[in-house]
Structure formats: C-alpha cells, structure tokens
C-alpha cells in the first residue's frame, strides 16, 4: 500500500513537498497527477484540506493557456446545477462517466498494442517507418527493372520482323 504524499501549501502559496523536504511548483503537482501519485494538498497552519482548490487552479492554469478541454456552455451548465437537486448525482456520474473512458482509452491502447506488437509509439513509430522503406525499395527496384527492360513489341510481331529480314537476305 503506498503512503499518501503530503504537500503543505503556505499563506505566501508556496508549496512545500514533505516527501522530498523542498518547495515544488503547481506545475510539479500536475506531474505528481500524470504519474498517478497519490497526494494531498494541506494549509500549513490549519491542515486544512485543499486539494480540490489547487486540482481547480491546476485546470484554471491549463484551461487559460492551452486548448480548452471545457468549452464556456459545459462550465455554465456545471455551475448551474450547483444548489439543484441533482448536484449530487451529477457529481458521482461525471466521476463514473470519467472512470469509464479513461478504462475505454487504457482498453484501446491495449488493443493498438496487440495489433501492432508494440508496447511504445516510439517502437510503433519505427515498425511504420521500416515498412515504408521496405515499400519504398520494392517500389523503386520495380521501377528500375521495369525501366530497364527494352521496351519489346508483340512476340507475334517480332517473329513477322525476323521473317522479313530473313526473307529480304536471301
């Protein structure tokens, strides 16, 4: 069983890892996320759980300065059913509705793994590219052979040309 990483956010909003004993950043904290670190964020003097408002702001962050994941009309609706009646089950559906894809996207990996033999794009970057060369040849040796060749007319022809010319001969 793995220990929960704590991070200990400050009023200054500095951020301070108690597993490595120094200050990270919050683009540290979405790493420690990518590579599915069980953590938690907690305010230095009250130990306050502040997970969820740096997890927001690490969303805000990307959200504002990459491509937008959620579009302005899903962030309406979301905030619209906060204090409707559904608030609470639209908060367990959205984590099902996510848990599912991410099993669906790890799924579709696997398969595109076992199809193509391959556990890396890197790896699968490779086999595309030495089948292209092996095609790439191939076409190139049939064009040079098929470039090579003298152009011949009919068989049928050919033999009609040696007759005349063995016939003038004579």
């Not at 790439?136 to 040696?162: H, S």
Request: aromatic content about 8%; proline content about 2%.
């Amino acid at each position: 069983m793995t220990k929960t990483r704590v991070i200990k956010k400050y009023p200054n909003r500095r951020l301070y890892d108690t597993d490595i004993s120094s200050y990270i950043t919050i683009e540290d904290v979405r790493q420690l996320i990518v590579d599915g670190e069980d953590f938690e964020v907690r305010d230095a003097k009250s130990g306050e759980d502040l997970t969820r408002q740096v997890l927001l702001q690490i969303i805000a962050e990307h959200e504002q300065n990459g491509q937008p994941m959620l579009s302005t009309k899903m962030l309406s609706q979301i905030i619209r059913l906060y204090g409707d009646s559904l608030q609470g089950f639209m908060g367990s559906y959205l984590d099902r509705s996510m848990q599912t894809f991410m099993d669906q996207q790890a799924q579709f990996r696997k398969q595109m793994g076992d199809v193509l033999g391959q556990t890396t794009p890197w790896s699968m970057m490779n086999q595309l590219t030495e089948r292209n060369m092996e095609i790439w040849k191939d076409f190139q040796e049939n064009l040079v052979a098929g470039m090579g060749r003298t152009q011949q007319a009919d068989p049928d022809k050919a033999a009609a040309k040696d007759k005349d010319t063995a016939r003038r001969g004579k």
